[in-house]
């Protein structure tokens, strides 16, 4: 299993809007195509402004496969146009579990 960190530090002022729209448009369809959804966060002390997500995979080719599916989705372009505002920079991590980690 691989899991993906995907970090969006957004517009000052633009958390709630990005959070709000992601919650109603965005995840109903990244759970349909990504599948095992880890977690979603928010910066409260450090560098403001940030999302955190957590998607795991099977591997590097599921996470190709998948993403693919998703972004050939017009439902999911709609969404990309609705927050493209919100966003200032995006950075992206593929992680490896270490043998002791709870998530697998």
């Given amino acids: 299993m691989i899991v993906e960190e995907r970090d969006y530090r957004l517009k000052p002022g633009k958390l709630g809007l990005f959070v709000s729209t992601y919650e109603k448009h965005g995840l109903p369809l990244q759970v349909k195509y990504l599948g095992k959804f880890l977690g979603y966060f928010t910066t409260e002390i450090g560098e403001l402004n940030h999302v955190v997500a957590l998607w795991g995979y099977e591997g590097l080719d599921d996470r190709a496969r998948r993403r693919a599916a998703m972004l050939a989705d017009p439902q999911w372009q ?27």
């Fill in 78 to 104: 709609e969404y990309l146009g609705m927050v493209a505002d919100y966003l200032d920079v995006q950075s992206t991590r593929i992680l490896t579990p270490s043998s002791f980690s709870p998530i697998q």
